[in-house]
């Protein structure tokens, strides 16, 4: 495979390469300093929920991270937490890719809607998820430690996303 072909896979725990990797490509890009315990918090509990994106030559040029939980003990709900590609990687629907194969996979695993924040200045990021069907639900005032308020955006994706919490029965506990 050449340096040109670009591959996706989930990510291996094991792999402390590709957690460097993550770390380095997301600390080069995102305006939050997040520690350890945000990346080990996100990949250690839900790493089918991660997907990297690599080179023929195997570099990590795109990553996102995510997670499922209950929300009010009614929905289960999804969050995109970072995704980043590299910057000489970028326009060729790395992004795009990424973002729908953590959203397949949190809907292979029964997820009701998703949602994530993103700088209001984030233009490129911004209109991604739009164009994917994200719908703007809040304003956050001051949101970032570089003072940018965020746009909260909602991906609904079952009627339950579309319910008040008030008028949904709990969740069922998972049988394992
Ligand atoms: C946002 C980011 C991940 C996009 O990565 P990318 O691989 O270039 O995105 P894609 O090529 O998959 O683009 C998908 C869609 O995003 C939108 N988009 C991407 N870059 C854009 C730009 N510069 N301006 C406007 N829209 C843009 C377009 O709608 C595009 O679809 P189209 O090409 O069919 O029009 C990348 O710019 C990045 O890593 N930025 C820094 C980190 C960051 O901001 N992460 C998001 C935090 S919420």
């Not at 009701?112 to 990021?125: R, S």
Request: with cysteine; charged share 25%; proline share 5%.
């Amino acid at each position: 495979m050449s340096d040109s072909e670009i591959y996706y896979e989930q990510l291996k725990i094991e792999s402390e390469k590709d957690f460097e990797c993550i770390k380095s490509l997301i600390s080069d890009d995102l305006s939050e300093p997040y520690s350890i315990y945000v990346y080990r918090f996100f990949l250690n509990q839900w790493p089918d929920l991660c997907y990297i994106a690599k080179t023929g030559n195997d570099n990590l040029i795109g990553v996102v991270i995510s997670k499922l939980e209950p929300h009010r003990d009614v929905r289960l709900r999804g969050y995109i937490g970072m995704l980043a590609v590299q910057k000489q990687y970028r326009g060729r629907g790395i992004a795009k890719e990424l973002v729908k194969k953590t959203i397949n996979e949190m809907i292979e695993q029964g997820c009701d809607e998703v949602m994530l924040e993103t700088e209001v200045v984030n233009i490129p990021a911004i209109t991604l998820y739009e164009n994917m069907g994200f719908i703007r639900s809040k304003r956050l005032y001051r949101y970032y430690l570089n003072q940018h308020d965020a746009f909260r955006l909602i991906l609904p994706v079952t009627k339950k996303s579309q319910t008040r919490s008030a008028f949904l029965p709990p969740l069922q506990p998972k049988v394992i």
